[in-house]
């Protein structure tokens, strides 16, 4: 409810398509729709050219200067909505809302549609998609470019350093550290199962806030194990962080470059410190389960 009517907010007080902030509205849908639209037009050959992709997004939508790379197989799946950016975008919304009521029932149709493009694509399809997530300009427009909207530590890693290998090499010594950790506690499926989870939202180098949905059943076994006064107040901080997000990056857009850090992902201290806490549960937990005859 939070997340959709910041989406409204953002959408009245913005340029229509762009919203308050400068990007489009729906801007991953923008990389779906680039697809469709570049099948529609014949260009088969530059597919999965980032360059012929952000050409095609900065024309449709003036101001616009970042790039949202369309993923394999989506083209195919897309191209119904050959309309202006704005209106498709505004009808793939209203579909997304149909659809999520009546999930259970889309579900067939989607899953069949989703094995149509594989077959028709073919190896140069997933060839070209690899060829575009190693592109410069990706690295660039992309997982660099938007990590005001990521939440990993290490996505903040590359927003304060500009270094974006740095954010592999924090990714490397996160999984060391999570093996050590399982390897010194008695398994517990649950509480592994959260703390993988916590670990690697806090971790991968490219996870966009609606991401940290895995992030529920976590917490759920956080608060079942110990609901303490410090746990309360950093999950008070990663929500407060996460739901002005699109607040910060549009005033960062607005402000004078000295705050250009407003927008940086700071959700990954908060998430960062849940990491710390649920190690030291799940620390715990063959403690807890000692007989009761030990002291």
């Known amino acids: 409810m939070f997340g959709f009517g910041s989406i409204v907010v953002a959408a009245v007080f913005g340029d229509f398509p762009r919203v308050l902030g400068g990007q489009p509205l729906l801007p991953d849908y923008l990389a779906h729709w680039t697809g469709g639209r570049m099948l529609l037009d014949g260009r088969l050959g530059d597919l999965y050219d980032p360059e012929v992709q952000a050409h095609l997004q900065h024309a449709e939508i003036p101001g616009y200067e970042r790039l949202s790379c369309q993923p394999a197989f989506a083209p195919l799946l897309y191209l119904p909505l050959w309309l202006p950016y704005g209106a498709s975008a505004l009808v793939w919304l209203a579909v997304s809302i149909v659809i999520g009521v009546l999930a259970l029932r889309w579900v067939r149709p989607l899953l069949f549609?989703?094995?149509?493009?594989?077959?028709?694509?073919?190896?140069?399809?997933?060839?070209?998609?690899?060829?575009?997530?190693?592109?410069?300009?990706?690295?660039?427009?992309?997982?660099?470019?938007?990590?005001?909207?990521?939440?990993?530590?290490?996505?903040?890693?590359?927003?304060?350093?500009?270094?974006?290998?740095?954010?592999?090499?924090?990714?490397?010594?996160?999984?060391?550290?999570?093996?050590?950790?399982?390897?010194?506690?008695?398994?517990?499926?649950?509480?592994?199962?959260?703390?993988?989870?916590?670990?690697?939202?806090?971790?991968?180098?490219?996870?966009?806030?609606?991401?940290?949905?895995?992030?529920?059943?976590?917490?759920?076994?956080?608060?079942s194990t110990r609901n303490a006064g410090a746990l309360r107040w950093t999950a008070l901080a990663v929500f407060a962080l996460q739901w002005t997000t699109s607040l910060r990056f549009a005033a960062a857009s607005r402000l004078p470059d000295a705050w250009s850090l407003v927008d940086a992902p700071w959700t990954a201290i908060p998430l960062t410190v849940l990491c710390v806490l649920a190690v030291r549960l799940r620390a715990e937990v063959p403690a807890e389960r000692v007989s009761p005859g030990v002291s």
């Open 113 to 223: 549609g989703a094995l149509v493009s594989p077959a028709i694509f073919g190896p140069n399809g997933i060839r070209g998609w690899l060829d575009a997530l190693a592109s410069p300009l990706y690295s660039g427009k992309v997982q660099e470019g938007q990590t005001w909207k990521m939440q990993s530590g290490s996505a903040l890693l590359t927003d304060l350093t500009g270094v974006p290998w740095l954010a592999y090499l924090y990714l490397a010594v996160g999984a060391v550290l999570l093996c050590v950790v399982l390897s010194r506690t008695r398994p517990d499926v649950p509480a592994d199962w959260a703390l993988v989870a916590l670990w690697t939202v806090s971790c991968s180098p490219h996870v966009v806030i609606y991401d940290v949905v895995v992030l529920l059943p976590a917490a759920a076994w956080l608060f």
